[in-house]
């Protein structure tokens, strides 16, 4: 084997060392936190070597040196990974307004759900859809826009963390209302 080839396997075992040494494995769900670490741009070997290849013993002195560019392992953080936006609770309730009333007098939901609400107005008079916390709709859950004619729009907003049975309504129009029921 050229000596040539003989540092080039060298340098591609020092490289895979140093490569596994940098690997952890963790549990699963945890992150784990190492403040930013910088590798120096230059590794250089000048030891002696001993390398042994088909029986025959052979000493490789290097002394070229190797440079690789200067590189930053990122810090990373240690606990709980946070709830993604896919993992969060996600509803969809379907309301259409026609001949000035809602078609369900009851909405469902989780409490501290992500709640989708598709509002359809089949109506040519505008409505909307206002969710309030008592019957007497002096807080406000959330407030839909209106909708100017027939049309369809989304709201999305999280259910209270709290369940029990809220209230909805159009505040144009205040004899259509439901119970917005959170469980």
Same mark, same amino acid.
């Given at each position: ?25 963790? #549990?699963? %769900? *945890?992150?784990? +936190?190492?403040?930013? =670490? ?6 250089? @070997?000048?030891? /002696? &070597? $001993?390398?042994? #290849?088909? %029986? *025959?013993?052979? +000493?490789?002195?290097? =002394? ?6 200067? @590189?930053?392992? /990122? &810090? $990373? ?107």
């Amino acid at each position: 084997m050229e000596s040539r080839t003989v540092l080039i396997l060298l340098l591609c075992f020092v490289s895979a060392a140093v490569l596994v040494t940098g690997c952890t494995s963790e #549990t699963p %769900g *945890t992150v784990t +936190t190492s403040p930013a =670490t910088t590798v120096p741009p230059q590794v250089s @070997t000048q030891a /002696p &070597t $001993t390398i042994m #290849t088909t %029986g *025959t013993q052979s +000493t490789i002195r290097v =002394t070229e040196t190797l440079t690789l560019p200067e @590189t930053s392992i /990122p &810090t $990373t953080i240690t606990g709980t990974p946070a709830v993604s936006p896919t993992d969060m609770r996600n509803e969809k309730v379907v309301i259409k307004a026609k001949n000035f009333a809602f078609d369900k007098p009851r909405i469902t939901v989780s409490a501290g759900a992500q709640v989708t609400v598709e509002f359809e107005n089949e109506d040519s008079a505008p409505h909307n859809v206002v969710f309030y916390t008592t019957p007497s709709l002096t807080t406000t859950i959330y407030k839909g826009k209106i909708i100017d004619g027939p049309g369809t729009i989304t709201y999305v907003f999280p259910a209270p963390a709290t369940p029990g049975t809220y209230f909805f309504r159009c505040d144009l129009h205040p004899a259509m209302k439901g119970e917005f029921v959170v469980t």
